[in-house]
């Protein structure tokens, strides 16, 4: 569930980035820097800290990333911590990033497959996703051997299982209804 502070942080940093003509560096910078904010990490046990002082934690920020990504997202991420939001600084980029593809009609797939899928695969299946949406699709593609063969893709709330984990499945579902009967 997405928090008020999440929301509002989220889409604040969005409205900026686009009233300052910054969306698309800002966006590079964002995807740069959330693994650092991912619940449970290091990093934000140590701005969660109550120990340290806001100056210090405002210190270790800048340290991080000061020259290394835009001014307006430093200040957001030393903001979110002042105000006790450490934790929720990775869900406010997801919130970000959500916020720009809406913006731009872009779709994020989350693509699973057993094997690496080779350039000319990810552009048909980028090409074909593109076609069904009607929006620009950016694939997130996770390897998972298990799957054993082809592809599960998930893409604006629908899911496409075309594994051969998910056949099996299936075969043993049919299998046990007529075990049943």
């Excluded at 009609?105 to 989350?110: E, H, L, N, Q, T």
């Excluded at 998972?144 to 056949?167: A, L």
Aim: aromatic share 8%.
């Amino acid at each position: 569930m997405e928090s008020d502070a999440i929301r509002e942080y989220g889409g604040a940093l969005f409205e900026l980035a686009r009233e300052e003509g910054a969306e698309d560096a800002i966006l590079s910078d964002v995807r740069g820097v959330k693994p650092f904010f991912e619940r449970g990490s290091d990093f934000v046990r140590l701005l969660d800290c109550p120990n340290i002082s806001h100056r210090e934690r405002n210190d270790v920020i800048k340290r991080a990333f000061y020259g290394r990504i835009n001014e307006y997202l430093l200040n957001f991420i030393c903001l979110m911590t002042e105000r006790g939001y450490a934790g929720s600084i990775y869900g406010a980029l997801d919130k970000f990033i959500e916020l720009y593809n809406v913006d731009h009609a872009i779709a994020d797939a989350y693509v699973v497959s057993a094997v690496e899928l080779t350039q000319a695969q990810r552009s048909a299946l980028a090409s074909a996703l593109a076609a069904r949406t009607g929006k620009k699709v950016n694939l997130i593609c996770r390897v998972d051997p298990s799957v054993i063969g082809g592809i599960s893709v998930c893409i604006d709330g629908e899911e496409f299982d075309g594994t051969i984990t998910h056949k099996i499945s299936q075969i043993r579902r049919k299998l046990d209804e007529l075990s049943v009967n």
